[in-house]
Every structure is written in structure tokens, then in C-alpha cells.
């Protein structure tokens, strides 16, 4: 994968109809030595009836890579993280859960800047740039991401993605 077009979303052609569930199951799996390492338990609800997206695989392994490794990451000992997926109307939607530090209100606004890392983090390692990707590769399959805390609760991130139809034109994006 060309690392730099796919944080941009660049060029990359959105024609693969993907089912998410098994790119959850697959990244979990990849993600399984620091769950059991950090003592996390990991619940997947996934919805077997979901449809598939048109999406760039390796893109969308990425963003759900980055939001597991950041609860992971945010989330002490013993703590759970949950990954829900379900239909809404036409749109597909993916909630990442855990029982973390949390993000307090006031530090929303940096979350998704390039390079952006709050207070509470710095006791662990990382760039701040895993979310700008997240939210810009998001944004280039036509989907949103929103982000719900509390502090010393967790935290939820939901993603959004509009389900592939026949009839939808394949788009570049
Ligand atoms: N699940 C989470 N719980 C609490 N804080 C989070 C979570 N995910 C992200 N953050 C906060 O947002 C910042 C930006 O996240 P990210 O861009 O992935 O950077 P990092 O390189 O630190 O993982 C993190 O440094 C952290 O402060
Ligand atoms: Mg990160």
C-alpha cells in the first residue's frame, strides 16, 4: 500500500463491495497480543445482516486499525472494548467502544487535528496523526465519523458509511 495516497484517500478507486464484519473480525485478530496483554476484553456485536460498502480494503483496515489501537492504548487493565456494527436506513454504521480515560469536552477540538494528542496521553507513545487519517479516509468512501466521552467513563467513536446499491455509480475518490 502507498502509504501517502492512502492517508489522503487520493486516486484510490471505491469499487470493492466489502463486508465489514470479516475486516472487523481480521483486525481484531491482528490486534489480539495487545488485547490479551493489557488484560482487555474484546465483545464483537456484529449484525449479520449488515450490507456491504464500496470501500479500498487496505484504506478502511486502517481506519478501524487506528480507532482498536487507540482504545486499546486509552483503555487501563481489566477495562472492555466493544465493536458494534448495524444498518441504518441506507447507511451502515460501526461503534467503537471503551471503558477508557475518556476525552474531556474541551479537548474535542483538537481530536482529529494533524498531529493532535491530548493531555491524558502523554504517557503513551504516538504521533496524533492516527485520527486526521482516520478522518480523512472516512470522508473519502462518503462517510462520517463522530466521537462520543465522558471523562474516567470511555469513549465511543461511530462511523457512517452509505450502504453499496446497484445503482450506485462506482466513484473515485
Ligand atoms: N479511545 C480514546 N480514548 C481516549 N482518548 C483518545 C482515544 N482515542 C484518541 N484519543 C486522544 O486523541 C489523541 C489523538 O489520537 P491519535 O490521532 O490516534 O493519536 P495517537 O498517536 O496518540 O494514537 C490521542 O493522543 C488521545 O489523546
Ligand atoms: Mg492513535
Request: net charge negative; charged share 20%.
Amino acid at each position: 500500500m502507498d502509504a501517502s495516497r492512502a492517508e489522503s484517500g487520493e486516486s484510490q478507486q471505491l469499487e470493492t463491495p466489502v463486508a465489514l464484519n470479516s475486516l472487523i473480525q481480521e483486525v481484531a485478530k491482528q490486534q489480539s497480543v495487545d488485547l490479551r496483554s493489557n488484560d482487555l476484553s474484546l465483545e464483537l456485536k456484529l449484525d449479520p445482516t449488515l450490507p456491504e460498502i464500496l470501500a479500498a480494503i487496505p484504506q478502511l483496515e486502517r481506519v478501524i486499525w487506528n480507532l482498536l489501537s487507540n482504545a486499546i492504548k486509552f483503555t487501563p487493565t481489566n477495562g472492555k472494548i466493544t465493536v458494534t456494527t448495524v444498518t441504518v436506513d441506507d447507511r451502515v454504521s460501526v461503534k467503537i467502544s471503551d471503558t477508557g480515560i475518556g476525552i474531556a469536552k474541551d479537548e474535542m477540538p483538537l481530536l482529529f487535528s494533524e498531529y493532535g494528542r491530548l493531555p491524558g496521553a502523554s504517557s503513551t507513545e504516538g504521533s496524533g496523526l492516527g485520527l486526521y487519517i482516520v478522518k480523512n479516509l472516512v470522508k473519502a468512501h462518503g462517510g462520517t465519523v463522530d466521537v462520543e466521552s465522558e471523562l474516567g467513563k470511555g469513549t465511543t467513536f461511530t462511523l457512517r458509511f452509505p450502504v453499496a446499491t446497484r445503482q450506485q455509480p462506482q466513484s473515485k475518490i
